[in-house]
């Protein structure tokens, strides 16, 4: 651990007698992992504080912070939407996106960190879900959604509650993300295939809360390495809309509904 004296006396010098106002500057190296800064302050006659920071290296792309996502940048076709890849495959009767949509055309990064959107993708309310797809491109509807979960495994079936029996470990990614498993517990869902290609990984989902000049500023973040949620096209009486997730002790993929204004969840587009 590197250490730092910040001592600022009275007189408003530091141990070597220049001027200081006690704080340290530090940059980190590109290095793809989470570093943590401490810091704790302290005088005589004063009751001493802490407190403590993270910050997180991330690289966008194939290959970058997540690895074993089963995207091959070299066969995989793609489109290039502003400067941006898109990764496809070709499922039934309809192209799916291999990741999440990163389109700066609505919704919020991971945390609102900008590098975050190569990364995870955006989260999207329903109402910015609705076109935010590039051109040719859109919102599957649930019944795609279940449709391309047949013809990955004929023998999944659709349950009383909506759920898609046994599908899970069939859309499921055994990646990692700075070299740390990111779905950490899934014995009831079996072996992680990713027989579908859409090498779906736990990115959680958001309450959006309140949006302001296009942006969500207060949005707070659940579920990272426990769920993974898409919104589909359907929408269900004035306020809600139907999406589909995956939870990490669950094989099955599960029907549930949410506010389209507050709610946010992944987008993958079709055609």
């Known amino acids: 651990m590197t250490k730092y004296?910040?001592?600022?006396?009275?007189?408003?010098?530091?141990?070597?007698?220049?001027?200081?106002d006690g704080s340290i500057s530090y940059k980190f190296s590109d290095t793809l992992r989470t570093y943590t800064v401490y810091c704790y302050g302290f005088a005589e006659g004063y009751t001493s504080s802490s407190s403590s920071n993270s910050t997180t290296v991330v690289q966008p792309g194939p290959e970058g912070s997540v690895k074993g996502a089963g995207i091959d940048a070299e066969k995989d076709p793609?489109?290039?939407v502003n400067g941006n890849k898109f990764y496809y495959t070709t499922i039934g009767k309809l192209d799916w996106f291999k990741q999440n949509?990163?389109?700066?055309?609505?919704?919020?990064?991971?945390?609102?960190?900008?590098?975050?959107?190569?990364?995870?993708?955006?989260?999207?309310?329903?109402?910015?879900?609705?076109?935010?797809?590039?051109?040719?491109?859109?919102?599957p509807t649930d019944?795609?959604?279940?449709?391309?979960a047949q013809a990955?495994?004929?023998?999944?079936?659709?349950a009383e509650n909506g759920s898609i029996t046994s599908i899970?470990?069939?859309?499921?990614?055994?990646?990692?993300?700075?070299?740390?498993?990111?779905?950490?517990?899934w014995p009831k869902v079996g072996e992680i295939?990713?027989?579908?290609?859409?090498?779906?990984?736990?990115?959680?989902?958001?309450?959006?809360?309140?949006?302001?000049?296009?942006?969500?500023?207060?949005?707070?973040?659940?579920?990272?390495?426990e769920y993974s949620v898409f919104w589909t096209a359907d929408k269900v009486g004035e306020t809600m809309a139907n999406y589909r997730?995956?939870?990490?002790?669950?094989?099955?993929?599960?029907?549930?509904?949410?506010?389209?204004?507050?709610f946010g969840a992944s987008v993958r587009c079709v055609r």
């Open 193 to 225: 295939t990713n027989k579908s290609g859409l090498a779906i990984l736990p990115c959680g989902f958001s309450n959006l809360g309140e949006k302001a000049d296009a942006q969500y500023p207060a949005a707070s973040f659940s579920g990272t390495n």
């Open 101 to 139: 949509l990163a389109y700066t055309k609505g919704g919020t990064p991971y945390r609102n960190a900008g590098p975050m959107d190569g990364v995870f993708g955006r989260y999207y309310s329903y109402n910015d879900a609705k076109d935010a797809c590039p051109e040719g491109w859109r919102l």
């Open 143 to 148: 019944a795609e959604w279940v449709a391309m």
């Open 245 to 262: 997730y995956v939870f990490c002790e669950q094989p099955d993929m599960v029907l549930a509904k949410g506010d389209i204004t507050t």
């Open 5 to 20: 004296d910040t001592t600022r006396f009275e007189n408003g010098l530091d141990k070597e007698g220049k001027a200081s």
């Open 152 to 158: 990955v495994n004929s023998e999944c079936t659709v």
């Open 78 to 80: 793609y489109i290039t």
């Open 168 to 185: 899970a470990a069939d859309l499921m990614a055994d990646a990692a993300f700075n070299g740390m498993s990111m779905w950490e517990y």
